[in-house]
């Protein structure tokens, strides 16, 4: 199988750098046009900007495929608009989105600041909103549409000092698990990926972890790149999974529930006795959606 994305368009955001730029070439290299958006500010996005979209665009433009710069905020709904717009405008469609931009402001809850955790919710998750509200009816028109949203495994389990980030990723979960069933008749497919990549952002957390130096270098964002550019292709026929990739090896992250235990007249007691049945994961499955959890809760009542 050779994965084609000729005559494709994608926008990757935060496209500048890291994930996103490994993304935008990777796509770039299948053929697709890409709108490569990137505000280019520091890892905390509280200033400085530097041009680092227009350097990706060149590197794709070198490659033989066609690029252009955007750098607007997906924080900013008018913004995004304009995102969406530039792609139709220059290319007559949208066939790809991989929302991805993004930034950390660690704190612990009791130093988390209002303006840390709105800004880390606006960026990540509302951004998503923002960028796939906008591109959603080209989907429909062109019945396709292929999406990747970058999440994280603080999102899917923790990881200390990140209550606004691990918020704003698992939410992107449930964003996805919706868009999942509403892009189901317009063929349109939407992943979720947990990445693991030595980046600006993350070189600083992994320094001083088993591997050292040997490991950061395995974890290239480009060894990330290739499974996204999968998701992005006609070729995935699958929608609503947390693909996890990081120097290069790849897997399946679920959220996943277990066969339910029954308790006539229950009280607080009979609950503790059952508890280790009720908690136990023997035996469970992810399952596809609420609608079908009733079907399923239905019939099994009907036993
Ligand atoms: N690197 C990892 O191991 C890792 C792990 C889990 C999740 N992630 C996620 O992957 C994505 C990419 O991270 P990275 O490691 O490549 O970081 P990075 O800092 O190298 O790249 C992120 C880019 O996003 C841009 N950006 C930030 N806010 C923006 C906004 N509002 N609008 C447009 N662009 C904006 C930045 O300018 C930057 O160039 C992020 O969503 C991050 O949370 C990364």
Redesign the pocket.
Known sequence: MVISLTGQVALV??A?????RAIALDLASRGAKVIV?????D?S?KGGSEP?ADSVVAEIKALGSDAATNTG???DYEAAYQMVKQAMDLWGRLDIVCS????LRDQAIHNMQPDDWQAIID??LT?AYNILHHAWPMFRQQSYGRVVL?S??SGFVGNFGQSNYGAAKAGLIGFMNVLKLEGQKYNVMVNCL????A????VPLMSGAPGGEERLAKMS?ESVAPVVTYLCSPDCKDSGMIIEASGGEFGRAAIVRNKRVAIDAPDADKIAQQWAAITSLEGAEPWWSVRQSWKDHLAEMAK
Do not use: C, E
Request: aromatic content about 2%.
């Open positions: 955001t935060g500048g750098r890291g994930i996103g958006n990137d505000l280019g500010m890892v996005n680092v905020s997906v924080s991805n931009a993004g930034f960026t990540h951004g970058t994280s495994n947990g990445p693991g990549a980046t600006r952002m993350t964002p």
